[in-house]
């Protein structure tokens, strides 16, 4: 097979998970464009560590070693960011990037960003921000 | 051990004392005492035994260089004449006694582990300056002792008069140091050498070749460490530090150390007749001026200060004849009388509650209550007013004598004008010098009205201390003048009979005038009744001393002048009096020359700072602050942003690099 299968594959992969991390509002959403692009760094490296294996003497096939070590620190890092989404939902109700904004320049003063029928008062918003 | 080793411990161990107290003052107090009292004692022993084995024969000189300094060597040297044996004794006797009655004295002053310290410290410098053969050496002890000197005078930092005076002392100090250290290079660069045999041999040869200018230039040094007119100012108001500093600093060693100096170097300075002709002024507006203002002080410890510049004066005025002999031999004697006359005053404030002379006219009964002070103040006051046999007789006519012998034109070391200026100004401050021991002998101790209060006794080592300073004071002259020529450069002390009779007889009028104006005077002292005692009067003498001086100004109206109509001296000087009282308003004039327009500098230069300079360091700052309010718009704290502006970022990263890389 050559090589620019698995490229281009990999290349529509990443833009994909590019869009969604710039473009998704839901963070569940973003963190799975995330694992996307992961995939396409995957899928490169596995493609090349082939293409590169094939003339060489002998190899290690450092391109899959690493590959395994991107799937388990994505692991773990998916881990983490499901237990964060899922307690900023907890305590928000929401899990809308664009309304977690609380490092906005002059957000303490001006919460003019959260909808006025939100229920949260800002004391109480800026004890969660700090929790 | 060798003459040499034993002279280099003497300013060692009070030095090592002063490092040692300092160090262990605060975690073993017990240990403070002793450490600053036998450090000084050990160094008394050991300059006893090196003025025995130096015994006025051919000076101890001795020489090393650390390292070498550029043009003119520096050197650690020593040169022990007899001047320089005599003058330790005297300085390692004071020292020793102020350290005991210090004791007693600042029994409960927290302060008291740094105070011994200092005054530790400031004996070794003193030490130094006496023993150092080499000009700079000796400027590292005069600088020491006058930093040492701010310190104690500001001892009782809380009183603003303390604050204020110690800064004076060093500022006027300095203001002559400055003229000192420029005249040593000058000198050093004319001799090839800071060693003072050098120095004095190159004097010897005609090597000088601006000797005016250098003998002025080291006059204004001397003139402020002696506290000779016009840089005298610092003295009177130094009075606010605790009276044993003012024994030792203000009366015994730092300011003899300017006499001292100018002893050591004699031949430089007469090596120009100008210069001879300065000092013999100096010295005569010194001590008549001082003797009036004396006459007009109302705090005791005041009265000593301007008497302490009137005899310093004296001692300028012998080394203005030429006679270096009767300069130190007075300097000796006036160490002894004039300690014992600030550490009896120092008893006498405790005992009376206060440092006025006015209020303790109003008091009787204070001679019983203090008779070691009584008796040895009286000793001292005699030999002050230069009554024989006491010792100051015997100083001051060598004084005189050298002063008529030069009048006559007997010699060719100095002019005769600056003998008959040196000699008028003697005996007409010989009449003020009786006149003002009298008042106040006479204020002091025959005062008439409520009794004293009973403090109970004074504690041992301050009395104790008195009577070991009155036996110099009393018999040192008698017994040295003929025996210390040998010591000397070997000129007669002995007192001629012309200027004895003449000076005796005026200094008993002086007493007499003062006597019968007090007679005159005292029946007025019922009739207005003044008086401020100090409010602890259970507390050590320290404090009682600091209560005094604080309370003076608010009580009298002035620190140095009481409204006393009562005063033989406000009688005797009529409408001076107003004027002597403030020193002849000198201390105005240099408010006017030298404050004002020093301050007028100050509130300009910090105007310039403050609106000048300050509006462009502001103007700086404006233009980051907006960039950073643009800049910070860009935080909208949505993460997508900031990735976005990464990736564009990474992109154009990339396209820059890209086409560096393919040359386009």
Known sequence: MHLAYPAVLSALLFCTGLYGVLARRNAILVLMSVELMLNAVNLNLVAFDVWLSRTAEETLHSGQALTLFTIAIAAAEIGIGLAIVLAVHRNRGTADIDRLRDTAEGHESAPSDEPADDDTAPAAEKAEATA | ?664
């Open chain 2, 1 to 664: 051990m060798t003459t040499t080793t034993l002279a280099v411990l003497v300013p060692l161990l009070p030095f090592l004392g002063a490092v040692t107290g300092l160090l262990l003052g605060r975690t073993a107090p017990g240990f403070v005492r002793p450490l600053a009292v036998l450090p000084t004692l050990a160094s008394l022993v050991l300059a006893a035994i090196v003025a025995v084995r130096q015994g006025g024969d051919a000076a101890v000189d001795a020489a090393t260089e650390l390292t070498p300094t550029g043009s003119v060597p520096v050197e650690l040297a020593l040169h022990i004449d007899g001047f320089a044996a005599l003058v330790a004794l005297v300085v390692g006797l004071v020292a020793t006694c102020v350290q005991v009655y210090s004791t007693g004295y600042l029994r409960d002053d927290p302060r008291y582990p740094s105070y011994a310290a200092l005054v530790s410290l400031f004996t070794s410098a003193m030490f130094l300056v006496v023993y150092s053969g080499d000009l700079m050496v000796l400027l590292v002890g005069w600088e020491v002792m006058g930093i040492c000197s701010y310190f104690l005078v500001g001892h009782y930092w809380e009183t603003p008069e303390a604050r204020a005076a110690s800064i004076k002392a060093f500022l006027v100090t300095k203001l002559g140091d400055v003229p000192f250290l420029i005249g040593l290079f000058a000198l050093a660069t004319d001799a090839g050498s800071f060693r003072i045999t050098k120095v004095l041999g190159a004097v010897a040869h005609g090597g000088l070749d601006h000797p005016t200018l250098i003998a002025l230039l080291l006059l204004a040094g001397v003139a402020g460490k002696s506290a000779q007119f016009p840089l005298h100012t610092w003295l009177p108001d130094a009075m606010a530090g605790p009276t044993p500093v003012s024994a030792l600093i203000h009366a015994a060693t730092m300011v003899a150390a300017g006499v001292y100096f100018v002893a050591r170097l004699l031949p430089v300075f007469e090596a120009s007749q100008a210069a001879m002709v300065v000092l013999a002024v100096m010295a005569a507006v010194t001590m008549a001026g001082s003797g009036l203002a004396a006459l007009a002080q109302d705090d005791i410890k005041r009265v000593l200060a301007y008497s302490t510049i009137g005899q310093l004066g004296y001692m300028t005025g012998a080394l203005a004849v030429g006679d270096r002999g009767a300069a130190v031999f007075h300097l000796v004697s006036h160490g002894a009388f004039k300690a014992l006359l600030f550490l009896a005053a120092g008893v006498i404030i405790h005992a009376a509650g206060t440092n006025s002379l006015a209020a303790m006219s109003r008091m009787s009964g204070l001679r019983d209550r203090v008779p070691d002070a009584f008796w040895t103040m009286t000793v001292a006051l005699l030999a002050l007013a230069a009554i024989p046999p006491f010792s100051g007789f015997f100083s001051k006519e060598s004084v005189l004598g050298a002063a008529e012998h030069v009048s006559t034109g007997h010699t060719e070391h100095a002019p005769a004008a600056a003998g008959w200026i040196v000699l008028v100004a003697g005996l007409l401050t010989a009449v003020l010098t009786a006149a003002y021991a009298t008042r106040l002998w006479l204020l002091a101790f025959r005062g008439r009205g409520a009794e004293t209060p009973d403090h109970g006794r004074q504690p041992l080592t301050m009395t104790v201390v008195l009577w070991v300073l009155a036996v110099p004071s009393l018999a040192l002259g008698g017994f040295a003048y003929r025996s210390l020529p040998d010591w000397f450069d070997g000129r007669d002390l002995a007192p001629t009979l012309a200027t004895s009779v003449l000076g005796t007889g005026l200094a008993l009028v002086g007493g007499l005038v003062v006597h019968s104006a007090w007679r005159h005077t005292t029946a007025r002292a019922a009739r207005a009744p003044l008086g401020a005692v100090a409010a602890h009067p259970g507390g050590d003498a320290g404090l009682v001393e600091a209560e005094a001086i604080a309370t003076h100004t608010p009580a009298y109206g002035d620190v140095a002048s009481a409204p006393d109509p009562a005063d033989p001296g406000r009688l005797l000087l009529g409408p001076l009096h107003r004027h002597a009282a403030t020193g002849f308003h000198l201390d105005a004039v240099y408010t006017t020359l030298f404050v004002r327009p020093v301050q007028t500098g100050a509130s300009l230069v910090r105007f310039l700072d403050r609106e000048v300079v300050d509006t462009y360091v502001r103007g700086a700052g404006t233009l980051p602050r907006w960039l950073g309010t643009a800049v910070r718009r860009a935080q909208t704290g949505n993460v997508q942003t900031y990735v976005s502006a990464l990736l564009a970022g990474t992109v154009v990263l990339v396209v820059a690099v890209l086409l560096v890389a393919t040359g386009a």
